[in-house]
């Protein structure tokens, strides 16, 4: 009889390298080029079982790593028994294989029996990148995006943890279960009109979410687009939704200025155990230009000013 579990995959695109290890002084255990997709992915190089590389987005958003039908193939990769996971996406669900991965490797970094997901090529986010490094990868570490330098920094986590970060704003993230499948997402609170809104980080996401329930109590009406351009997760897509621009919000006592918002009845938020609360997701361009780091231990997003 086949195993079942259930993940998240919260990778999501609005449709439209040469990853080098650098030598660091700063105590990180591997600083690896990225490049930005025109989708809005963040993605480093990935070897599986020591074939490839092969495009890899980050995605904060879920909860397991995936590999895709054309690196699993050409990789060799097969699934692991009869064992499956349910997948929560963002725009959808569904059932899929599980593999044994004896050898990921980011740069220098390598982690050994990695388990992954395979998913199916379907639909612009499998043609823009090969695979997902989810949160089974990356909280492991703790991670530093740079734009400016364009690497990633990939530190011990308890070395973070000790840091001070003049300059930088440190956003409070806690975790939001997603229904009754024992996983969570991390999020942090931002005020739009003193009204508080849980928001999730998800790298997967290219653009920004909010449901909308979270756009009434803001006093905004929400109606389909005619021209609406089709919204695709890892699983499935909608047209369903409505464009909000938010000219100035806080996060963390400070201001952001201008911010777009994808308004509407994701699948996602309907997963997460925030009951009938305003609830959005902030994607990579929520960040736009600006450097980060994760910090998994204190719970933190540190966010350059």
């Known amino acids: 009889m086949a195993r079942g579990f259930k993940l998240l995959i919260a990778l999501l695109v609005l449709p439209g390298c040469a990853p080098q290890l650098v030598l660091e002084e700063d105590g990180a ?13 963040i993605v480093v190089e990935t070897m599986l079982n020591g074939i490839g590389p092969f495009d890899f987005a980050l995605d904060t958003g879920s909860s397991i790593s995936v590999v895709f039908d054309r690196a699993r193939a050409e990789a060799a990769i097969e699934p692991a028994g009869d064992t499956t996971v349910t997948v929560l996406g963002m725009t959808g669900t569904g059932t899929f294989p599980i593999a044994r991965v004896a050898r990921l490797g980011v740069g220098s970094e390598i982690w050994e029996h990695a388990r992954v997901a395979l998913l199916p090529d379907t639909g612009p986010v499998a043609e ?8 089974d990868f990356l909280a492991r570490y703790a991670v530093w995006y740079s734009q400016q330098e364009r690497v990633l920094r990939f530190y011990p986590k308890e070395l ?41 980080f998800d790298l997967g996401a290219t653009v920004n979410l ?37 000219m100035n919000l806080q996060v963390a006592n400070r201001n952001w200025r201008r911010r777009i918002f994808l308004v509407g009845d994701f699948a996602i938020f309907n997963a997460l155990d925030v009951g009938d609360e305003s609830v959005a997701l902030a994607g990579t361009n929520f960040f736009k230009a600006r450097d980060f780091i994760i910090d998994f231990t204190r719970m933190r997003l540190l966010v350059k000013q």
């Open 160 to 200: 973070v943890a000790e840091r001070y970060y003049a300059g930088w704003t440190s956003i409070p993230l806690y975790e939001l279960a997603v229904g009754d499948a024992n996983v969570t997402m991390f999020a942090f609170d931002i005020y739009i009109d003193t009204q508080r809104i849980r928001t999730v």
């Open 29 to 41: 255990l591997a600083v690896v080029s990225h490049e930005v997709t025109e989708s809005g992915h």
């Open 128 to 135: 823009n990148v090969h695979g997902i490094l989810g949160l």
């Open 210 to 246: 909010m449901n909308r329930r979270a756009a009434r109590e803001l006093g905004i009406a929400t109606r389909r687009p005619r021209d609406a351009t089709d919204v695709w997760g890892a699983i499935g897509h909608t047209a369903d939704y409505t464009e909000l621009i938010v």
